[in-house]
């Protein structure tokens, strides 16, 4: 995108007013400037601070000193009606002052005597909100944002600025395999935001996936990270779940085109997945799993923190969170136990039909690399417009596991608190567990452990089956419910495992 070129097809358009919704001032700046001396235009631009200035005078002693009475913003606006001076003429962190009706008349006066002399009127804020008169008069222009070609160009650029010959004389080492992801995540940032960050992760001359995480992170924070949309730093490796093969090859055919030009291998982007399945059964630890083994920022939309009491909110903050997401991409969207936030019901006054309207349009509508990953424990609670193909990938149902994955579960948490695998029988403690889930068999070794401690004695297999032996699993307690989950599920999903 060349920027000059879009800002003067907005003075050849002969708008009175330009919105421009940035925080890079100093860049906006520099290029109204250029625009203005290239067509010779007079250029002026106002501050709280100073008042109003020309910037590109002829005369150096009249160009050093602020218009008088043009400090206040509203001697600022009379000055510009009344003057016949035409000209370009940028108010900063104007947002501040929109509200008032007598700024908002004199905006509209001069914009209606655009005919008579011509002076456009740029303001700048980081959000603008105009009246409704004022909008239809009014061009918004947005600074581009630098694309992969750019970040790369920054990054040398700001690694040949550090480690010139003159300095400590070090150079930028890293890997490629951290340095192709940083590049991805920068896209969607403003180019000094950008650069901030880039200097951050490289100024000890190491770029590591430690900084990886650390710039992911910042950029969550710039994007307006809060309490609905929240970043997962906890991402799973597929290595740490035992079973779930069939969803794992499926994943792994879907990651290059997913990471890559999905277009141009003559493939569809992927979309999304549904995981429906017994709670506790590794659903939610899949979702982690797939951001960890995409090498991408898994976000979490929560549910609870959305639903607002006043009319239109929660759809708004969905559509933050959503926009969130976008700027986050590459990434994977998580929304756990989605059944409770879409399932449409009578007594919500419509919120719950809103809400999947607002998903339903930016399932449809998305273009970003951002890959939808839904949990769900009733599925039957969510309405088939959700689900269908098209929307979702495919639906994985994962089951509570089978004799030989349990085996490996066991396997996985003894190793993960630092219990050899090889002192237990695995095997025996596997076949005692028929219906367990996987977090179930976690929680019998978690308990034990906390029983061999209170003995003062090592942990064992007794003390594993003692704990299974009084544990009612769920598929016991809620033996109906599960017995017309998997057999709902049996016919109509893919098996994970």
């Keep these: 995108m060349n920027d000059q070129h879009d800002f003067e097809v907005i003075l050849d358009s002969r708008f009175p007013l330009v919105s421009v919704e940035t925080h890079e001032e100093t860049r906006f700046i520099a290029l109204i400037e250029r625009v203005a001396n290239l067509r010779r235009h007079a250029f002026f631009v106002w501050t709280a601070t100073d008042g109003l200035r020309r910037c ?30 035409n000209g370009i003429y940028v108010l900063l962190d104007v947002h501040h002052y929109l509200s008032d009706p007598v ?33 239809r008069m009014c061009a918004r222009f947005a600074l581009s944002l630098p694309d992969e070609r750019a970040i790369r160009a920054l990054i040398k650029e700001e690694a040949q600025r550090l480690f010139t010959p003159a300095s400590a004389g070090g150079s930028l080492r890293g890997d490629q395999e951290v340095l192709d992801p940083l590049v991805k995540h920068l896209v969607g940032l403003t180019q000094e935001d950008a650069r901030r960050l880039v200097r951050h992760a490289i100024q000890d001359g190491m770029l590591t996936r430690e900084d990886l995480q650390q710039v992911i992170a910042h950029k969550h924070k710039l994007v307006g990270g809060d309490g609905v949309l929240s970043l ?124 999947l309207g607002t998903l339903l349009t930016w399932m449809a509508e998305r273009r970003s690399k951002v890959f939808l990953v839904a949990t769900a424990n009733d599925i039957e609670q969510l309405p088939p417009e ?25 396997g996985v948490h003894l190793d993960r608190r630092r219990q050899a695998r090889a002192g237990f029988d695995v095997a025996r403690l596997a076949a005692a567990t028929e219906g367990f889930s996987g977090a179930e068999i976690e929680q019998a070794i978690v308990s034990a452990l906390y029983e061999s ?30 017995s017309h989950l998997r057999a709902w599920a049996r016919d109509r999903a893919v098996p994970a495992g």
Excluded at 66 to 81: M, V
Excluded at 107 to 124: E, H, N, Y
Excluded at 453 to 481: F, Y
Aim: proline share 5%; hydrophobic share 40%; charged share 30%.
């Design 386 to 410: 959700l689900i269908r193909k098209g929307r979702m990938d495919e639906i994985f149902f994962v089951d509570l596991p089978d004799e030989t994955t349990r085996a490996e579960i066991f």
């Design 232 to 355: 997962e730093l906890d991402t799973a490796r597929f290595s740490d779940i035992a079973g779930l093969s069939r969803l794992k090859r499926w994943l792994e055919q879907r990651r290059e085109p997913f990471l890559g030009d999905a277009a141009a291998m003559g493939l569809d982007p992927p979309r999304g997945v549904m995981l429906l399945g017994v709670q506790g059964g590794g659903k939610s630890m899949a979702a982690k799993a797939v951001a960890g083994a995409w090498g991408v920022p898994l976000m979490r939309i929560d549910f609870g923190a959305l639903y607002s009491k006043w009319l239109g909110e929660t759809e708004r903050a969905l559509r933050e969170s959503l926009k969130g997401a976008e700027a986050m991409a590459p990434c994977v969207l998580w929304i756990d136990e989605i059944e409770k936030g879409l399932a449409t019901g009578q007594g919500d006054g419509g919120e719950s039909r809103r809400i």
């Design 453 to 482: 401690h209170a003995r003062r004695e090592a942990l064992s297999d007794a003390l594993i089956l003692e704990e299974i032996a009084r544990t009612r699993p769920l598929s016991v307690v809620m033996r109906e419910k599960v």
């Design 56 to 85: 590109n005078h002829p005369d150096p002693l009249t160009h050093r000193g602020a218009i008088p009475e043009t400090q206040d913003i509203r001697g600022c606006l009379r000055h510009i009606h009344a003057t016949l001076q």
């Design 103 to 135: 700024h908002q008349r004199l905006l509209k006066s001069t914009a209606l005597d655009f005919g008579r002399s011509a002076r456009t009127l740029v303001l700048v804020g980081h959000k603008l909100d105009l009246p409704e008169d004022l909008d």
